[in-house]
């Protein structure tokens, strides 16, 4: 009688909101997965901010029985949570289960299949035919990380070529610059017809909402400019398939980090000081070995 080893976990790991309808959201898509790899043990769990932590997560998988875990960063980009925060958290809880393994995958951008549901999220927004004069502003959460701020302009090019669109511009909504005023100013500047805002967020939240009321902001001082916003992308079919691929590759050894730019390796001029900085997991509130010594994060997701 022969019988099959179960496969290593699937680890979703999210960053954390104080909005409820994006912490659900994101619950909600992990339990998705578990439908969608049906022999596979699926968890996820938060670095900050929400529950359930990853703590949790990753104790409910080992109680089941999981000892070897591929770990998957729900994050676009490979800014200071995917290439510090949620490494540390892994190794932290790799100590507090003795005989537990972790691959980690990569960030999920840029991909296909992310400019796929990006640009269904326009088409929600504005016709076919009115791409040739319209101007696309591409709205990203924004980093102290150059590397991750250069992927927000990469898929900004990516997603202007081919599509017969006026021009995508880049903005972000913290952070970083141009902040989202300052970017409509550009669009507005050269010369656009009309304007779709488009958060390139994956799930509902603070900076998501911010990024809608600056819009409305800029719009009602801007009578003149026919001003659309998107949607944020969602838990769609090619998110979770993309997960699954990420998964697969930790699974494989397949990683392709982008390491030539990254401030933690690379003298990058402004980021000297980050070169080897130390990396430590986050506070997380419901995790109750960080009741001491460790401030919460003064973030806003």
């Known amino acids: 009688m022969t019988t099959t080893a179960t496969p290593p976990a699937l680890l979703v790991v999210g960053h954390g909101t104080r ?38 997560a990753v104790s409910e998988l080992v109680q089941a029985g ?39 995958g990569r960030p999920l951008g840029p991909h296909p299949a992310l400019l796929t549901v990006l640009e269904r999220r326009l088409d929600e927004v504005l016709p076919p035919e009115l791409r040739s004069g319209t101007t696309v ?60 805002v488009l958060p390139y967020f994956l799930f509902a939240g603070i900076l998501p909402t911010r990024v809608r009321q600056q819009a409305a902001d800029w719009a009602a001082a801007h009578p003149g400019t026919d001003l659309r916003v998107a949607d ?17 590759e930790a699974l494989a050894g397949d990683l392709r980090m982008n390491c030539d730019t990254c401030v933690y390796r690379i003298a990058m001029p402004g980021f000297e000081e980050r070169v080897g ?16 010594g460790h401030g919460p994060h003064a973030h806003a997701h």
């Open 232 to 248: 944020v992308m969602g838990a769609t079919d090619e998110l979770a398939d993309l997960v699954v691929e990420r998964y697969r």
């Open 137 to 196: 502003l591409l709205v990203g959460r924004g980093s102290t990380d150059p590397d991750a701020n250069a992927e927000v302009a990469k898929v900004a090019r990516l997603l202007w070529e081919g599509r017969g669109l006026a021009g995508v511009e880049t903005a972000f909504v913290s952070l970083a610059a141009p902040d989202v005023p300052s970017g409509l100013d550009r669009c507005r500047l050269l010369g656009a017809e009309r304007v779709v």
């Open 19 to 56: 909005d409820d309808e994006g912490a659900e959201a994101f619950r909600a898509f992990v339990a998705g997965l578990s439908e969608r790899l049906p022999q596979t043990p699926v968890g996820g769990g938060f670095i900050e901010l929400s529950p359930p932590p990853l703590a949790d």
């Open 66 to 104: 999981a000892t070897r875990f591929a770990a998957v960063p729900l994050v676009l980009v490979s800014a200071g949570h995917a290439k510090g925060d949620i490494p540390a958290a892994l190794v932290r809880e790799r100590e507090r289960h003795p005989g537990t393994s972790f691959s980690y």
């Open 277 to 292: 900085a130390e990396q430590r997991p986050h506070h997380h509130p419901d995790d109750p070995s960080h009741s001491h």
